[in-house]
């Protein structure tokens, strides 16, 4: 049910609950230019930074080093949030040459992705590495439909057996992309003819042909009468692939290459047979699907496991435990639950087949700064009131029970002044940072030092010493934008009122996760890495994600004692073993270094054992990890979202909340990618403020309307 505006005068009042991208996202949209001023936007927060799981911080008694919630990558088909970002750096308009001046500047393009495969003798290393496009991200009006994903998916699919090392990658439409600097796997320059023997090697070019002629029937066919029959051709081919390579390599699988082309080719083509078997690209006339069709489609098969999806179309066992599935997992902290297949089968075309530009891209600093200074700053010009350290703890409906009348919220600390000032500089060499520091400015709060020396947590659910609870009305309409495992105690009126709602809060799990951050006084080159800045995944859980982010030291105040910077993330399970959730992380992190670090660092671990004085610090031994960063994300707030099989249905759509004055944001809401990520929670807030403008806002790659 959307928002209908009143006959009341003047400008339309609207509270933004929460400061996360989803909260800000709608604030952007709903306080453009050219509306001319007719949103009056308050956002409430807690504490002293927006940002929510992707607010960073810099803490000035370690060297102004960046701490952050975890890994922050921003992939190349995340339209919605790129558009948003360029919009506010052309706004912002900072001088040329100064820190973090332009989009480019924030944002830098990466094109390789380490999988991790696990064999008989330990991990070998996968080097994924796609094509950097002749397009950027955020310029896109829309997301190729399934002729285009499946097209692109099947030459994939071919291109790892005519070219199984990988130089060369396939993009939605009717050409290849390669690599003009391909990289074969390390160690292994071989050809087709070398890898697959003389008759393999002719079986495949015989396969290629006739599946290019079925995909040109494929892409001509438009009508049900023509298109049913290329479909089934289609499949076939799929399954001929499928068999062949099962005959052709499939017992030898202890070779990295080989097992490396069994697997991904293994992996496409039955993606390319479930897809069409369970009839996903089409729509009820049977004809080719638009995008929004083909996500509607997915939903019929949202309740099945992913693994088991690819199980019920023949895949091979090996390939579901292959290091393509559980990266595509690992990227949403889902290795240690089933996901959903339609979830699953989205994050892959989504992933591989959009993106523009660059794979995926690295902030050039915190996401704090990156991002979410650079929205803050836009939206203060704009007008927009930020309260600062205002907990949200009730949604309150009217007799009605169809309208939000009250807020109620709690201040958790009064302003010595009018307004919380929250920025720091930080001194760079071409010119200072407006940043987010790791803890309040208590000198502008009363009794700051008070509340300073009590230990309080303003980002938590715990009360504070003096806090003050009140109620907010005389609004027109309220955008809910806080973390999913957050909502319970601020929204029983609604479960109350709403099945969906109960339904939602019920059946949409989040989990907890932990992240490191290390930094080494010797480059990773140095130390045995052999792949550039590159991220590595799909490795040893509970930390199963690397990344190398040395490139941040620059715009931290180091001065030359740290050479390299690692970021470490995974899941947290939710056990409860007595020791603080702190604690248990560090022992995590001291646990797995010495098993697992060798793989990635060779010459950071000598003899089972970490060598901790290459970690940067001043303490003896183990010891030094305490002047590292390591969190456990624990917080309702901080808790991350789940896409579980069968849970898609009971997401809220952001302008469908079921009261008329209501919209929810948040990557916890259903859009179209339905994962926990920057882009879902962008696409959530954009929608959110659709439905309260009514206008045609862009959204792209959501479902129709």
Excluded at 86 to 112: I, N, S
Excluded at 141 to 169: F, H, I, K, M, N
Excluded at 550 to 572: K, N, W
Aim: charged share 25%; hydrophobic share 40%.
């Amino acid at each position: 049910m959307g928002y209908h505006r009143g006959v009341r005068s003047g400008q339309t009042k609207v509270l933004i609950l929460g400061g996360g991208m989803g909260g800000l996202a709608a604030a952007f949209e709903l306080t453009r230019p050219e509306r001319q001023g007719q949103y009056e936007v308050t956002v409430y927060t807690p504490g002293w930074r927006l940002g929510g799981k992707g607010a960073s911080a810099r803490n000035p008694a370690h060297h102004q080093r960046i701490e952050e919630h975890g890994l922050h990558l921003w992939m190349g088909c995340y339209e919605n949030a790129f558009r948003v970002m360029r919009d506010c750096y052309e706004t912002l308009a900072r001088p040329p040459g100064t820190p973090l001046a332009t989009w480019e500047d924030a944002f830098q393009p990466k094109d390789t992705v380490v999988l991790q495969e696990r064999m008989a003798d330990g991990w070998v290393p996968w080097p994924q590495r796609f094509p950097v496009l002749d397009s950027r991200p955020g310029e896109s009006d829309g997301v190729a439909g399934p002729v285009e994903l499946l097209t692109g998916l099947v030459r994939w699919a071919v291109s790892t057996l005519t070219d199984p090392l990988g130089d060369t990658r396939w993009t939605p439409g009717r050409a290849a992309v390669r690599r003009a600097d391909p990289a074969p796997s390390a160690g292994h320059v071989l050809s087709a003819d070398v890898l697959l023997g003389t008759t393999g090697a002719r079986w495949i070019s015989w396969l290629s042909e006739r599946i290019e002629g079925a995909l040109d029937r494929l892409w001509y066919a438009r009508e049900p009468a023509l298109l049913g029959p290329a479909l089934a051709a289609m499949a076939r081919l799929a399954k001929v692939a499928r068999w062949g390579i099962r005959r052709i390599i499939g017992r030898r699988l202890e070779h990295p290459d080989l097992r490396r082309t069994f697997l991904t080719a293994d992996y496409l083509f039955t993606t390319v047979v479930g897809v069409l078997a369970d009839g996903l690209v089409l729509d009820p006339a049977g004809r080719w699907a638009s995008y929004g069709e083909w996500l509607l489609n997915l939903e019929r098969v949202d309740h099945e496991d992913y693994r088991a999806w690819l199980l019920r179309h023949g895949a091979h066992p090996a390939t579901t435990e292959s290091c393509m599935v559980r990266g595509l997992q690992d990227a949403v902290f889902n290795s240690a639950y089933p996901g959903s297949a339609g979830v699953a089968l989205n994050g892959l075309v989504r992933l591989n087949m959009t993106y523009r530009g660059s794979v995926f891209y690295k902030m050039m600093a915190g996401m704090g700064e990156t991002v979410f200074t650079p929205l803050y700053e836009v939206l203060r010009a704009r007008g927009v009131r930020f309260e600062f350290f205002h907990r949200v703890d009730a949604l309150h409906l009217d007799p009605t029970r169809q309208r939000v009348a009250s807020v109620e919220v709690t201040r958790q600390a009064r302003l010595r002044d009018g307004e919380y000032r929250p920025l720091v500089d930080v001194e760079l060499p071409n010119g200072n940072l407006a940043c987010w520091p790791s803890e309040p400015d208590w000198a502008q709060l009363e009794g700051g030092e008070a509340l300073r020396a009590a230990g309080v947590d303003l980002e938590g659910p715990g009360t504070i010493p003096g806090e003050e609870r009140y109620t907010v009305e005389g609004f027109d309409a309220v955008v809910l934008a806080v973390s999913l495992a957050g909502l319970p105690p601020i929204t029983r009126e609604l479960a109350s009122a709403r099945q969906e709602w109960r339904d939602m809060l019920e059946r949409i799990v989040t989990t907890r996760t932990i992240s490191a951050q290390v930094w080494f006084d010797r480059g990773a080159a140095d130390m045995g890495w052999q792949h550039g800045a590159a991220v590595s995944t799909a490795y040893a859980d509970p930390l199963d994600t690397w990344a190398d982010m040395t490139h941040l030291i620059p715009m931290e105040r180091f001065d030359g004692a740290a050479l390299q910077c690692s970021y470490l993330v995974g899941s947290l399970d939710d056990e409860d073993d007595g020791v603080a959730p702190a604690l248990r992380a560090r022992r995590i992190v001291e646990d797995w270094l010495p098993q697992h670090l060798g793989h990635i660092l060779p010459r950071a671990v000598e003899g089972g054992a970490v060598r901790w004085e290459r970690l940067v610090g001043d303490a003896p031994g183990a010891a030094r990890l305490d002047q590292q960063y390591i969190r456990a994300n624990v917080r309702p707030s901080d808790r991350y979202v789940l896409s579980l099989p069968g849970t898609t249905r009971y997401r809220l759509r952001p302008h469908r909340s079921g009261f008329e004055n209501l919209m929810v944001a948040g990557d916890w809401t259903k859009t179209g990618l339905n994962v926990g990520s920057v882009e879902a929670a962008t696409m959530s807030g954009l929608r959110a403020a659709k439905g309260l403008t009514r206008d045609d806002v862009l959204i792209v790659g959501d479902y129709d309307d």
